[in-house]
């Protein structure tokens, strides 16, 4: 299977990978896809308190679109408000990496990564917020 | 000319998937080349020299096969590969018996045109015991003796598997078989050359072999049909009658010369080559379990032929370890590659879990594999898993302690 460029240069060179601290109040961390299946994403953001997004780890099991897809993404979601990052479609990362027809899902668990990191850290803010209410 | 010569240009990869095809070894190719040009005849020309000097070549590739199996000449059909000789083994005998035995049992781990085949005789109202195979792969003979019923008109169970190599135990189902009245098919693909057979020893009936599997051309393979006690098949392909009217069509004569040539070197060069394919395979396997912790071998190591390792890299893709691994040819066992997402179905046929079914790959030694080759593939397998593990999550949270199975993936 012929890959594209921008997509050999994402699992040759990935960006962002490594781990920010899970337990952090300004991290929201998304875990997607299963063992079982043959991909697993772990994307985390670092949101600063401007809003946006200051940094973006990940962490792939997955064939090399896969790899690429999530490398992506930590790249684009970073300086983005986490309305701009929730907006990200997979439609854009499949014809930015020209991934392959079988390889649509890998840009769709992508997509998926990080919708559940954005949610994950919404969850810790707003259980802050309700312990601030509540003092 | 050595068995180590280098037939591979420098800027090529290092090929390691000896069990999808092999080169043509230079030998065979030499004594196929004439046949093509200057002895071009129809080896069925019985009227004129062309056509005489077409058949003895012909005649002496088919003793070339039979010698190295252990059968006699005359009981050896050209066909067009082990695809085609499978299908009218299977095919042939069940509709040649159907009126007295209409039961076929085989394994869950055959080759895919068995199993097709099996399958389209199903829809033809034959019925099909899948058998499964134990942990190592191999077929429990309990299990089998209990399926072979005296309706049963074919056993048909691999010799060696093309993915995980192993050797079933051929001379105790061809026992069982002869003592029930059915008939034994192995495909002997993959075994033809690198595993001593006999099919007298054996009681092997019928049996597969492929050209491009031992270094022949691509394109040819032989059926080996027994005639004391006589096996009889319907044919798949009517014409001329040729191969005693088991396959009609003209047999391609340099086709069959390659192939005939590949079997006597094979027999020639069989033991020295076992014990020299051993070496590297160990040496291979032993460099790759030193420097790399959770690697597993699927499949059993003693009863295999060496030329072949299946091996799970735990937590690291298969498909993403290939797309690293540039330099080195092999296959991957989670199949990721083909339209299909599925791990293989002979690991997950082994009790492999589908987790590490999906980061094995099949590395497939021979003729022309040199010990430099087997050491740069070892570096590059141990350089890229060992990359491909610091960024896999599942690694850091089984470093972590994590049991990956306490947490609820959700499949996609």
């Known amino acids: ?135 | 000319m050595t068995a180590t010569t280098q037939i591979r240009r420098n800027d090529q990869p290092i090929y390691l998937d000896y069990q999808a095809t092999t080169p043509m070894d230079p030998r065979v190719l030499e004594a196929m080349m004439p046949y093509f040009t200057t002895k071009f005849g129809n080896p069925a020309s019985r009227s004129h020299a062309y056509g005489w000097e077409a058949e003895e070549a012909v005649e002496k590739a088919r003793a070339q096969i039979a010698a190295l199996i252990g059968a006699d000449e005359k009981e050896i059909i050209f066909t067009s590969g082990a695809t085609e000789s499978n299908n009218l083994a299977i095919k042939g005998a069940a509709e040649f018996y159907k009126d007295r035995r209409n039961h076929i049992v085989t394994t869950v781990t055959e080759h895919k045109c068995v199993l097709d085949t099996c399958r389209h005789l199903e829809q033809q109202g034959f019925t099909v015991t899948y058998l499964p195979v134990q942990k190592n792969g191999l077929v429990d003979l309990a299990e089998l003796e209990a399926a072979v019923t005296d309706k049963t008109v074919v056993v048909s169970v691999m010799a060696v598997n093309n993915e995980i190599g192993v050797i079933q135990p051929l001379a105790e189902i061809g026992r069982i078989c002869r003592a029930k009245g059915a008939f034994f098919h192995t495909d002997a693909a993959q075994a033809v050359g690198k595993i001593p057979l006999d099919v007298e020893a054996m009681n092997i009936d019928l049996l597969s072999v492929s050209g491009h599997k031992i270094y022949g051309p691509k394109g040819i393979g032989a059926l080996y049909v027994r005639r004391k006690p006589r096996v009889r098949l319907v044919a798949l392909i009517n014409g001329g009658g040729q191969e005693r009217g088991f396959r009609s069509g003209t047999l391609p004569t340099p086709l069959c010369v390659g192939l005939g040539e590949a079997c006597a070197i094979a027999m020639a060069e069989m033991g020295a080559e076992t014990e020299r394919l051993g070496q590297l395979r160990d040496r291979m396997l032993a460099g790759l379990t030193a420097r790399l912790p959770e690697i597993f071998l699927n499949g059993d190591l003693e009863h295999r032929i060496p030329g072949n390792l299946n091996i799970s890299f735990a937590y690291v893709e298969g498909e993403s370890l290939m797309m690293g691994i540039k330099n080195l040819s092999v296959s991957s066992g989670s199949a990721c590659t083909s339209a299909s997402l599925e791990p293989s179905y002979v690991l997950r046929a082994l009790g492999v879990e589908e987790e590490l079914a999906h980061t094995s790959l099949r590395i497939g030694l021979g003729r022309f594999t040199t010990e430099l080759e087997v050491d740069t593939a070892v570096e590059e397998l141990v350089r890229n898993v060992s990359r491909l593990r610091e960024m896999s999550p599942l690694w850091e949270m089984a470093q972590a302690g994590v049991d990956l199975k306490s947490i609820e993936w959700a499949a996609h």
């Not at chain 1, 929730?86 to 890998?106: E, G, M, W």
């Open chain 1, 1 to 135: 299977m012929a890959y594209s460029e921008k997509l050999i240069d994402h699992y040759e060179n990935p960006r962002n990978i490594g781990s920010l601290d899970k337990a952090a109040d300004d991290v929201g961390t998304g875990l997607v896809g299963a063992p079982a299946c043959g991909d697993v994403m772990k994307l985390q953001i670092k949101v600063g308190a401007d809003g946006l997004i200051e940094d973006a780890k990940f962490k792939t099991f997955g064939c090399g679109s896969a790899i690429a897809s999530s490398s992506l993404v930590t790249e684009w979601v970073k300086g983005k408000t986490l309305d701009e990052a929730q907006s990200i479609k997979n439609t854009d990362i499949a014809r930015h990496l020209a991934l392959p027809p079988v390889k649509i899902h890998c840009s769709v668990l992508a997509e998926d990564a990080i919708k559940a990191a954005i949610a994950d850290y919404r969850a810790k803010a707003s259980a802050k917020d309700e312990t601030k209410a509540a003092d």
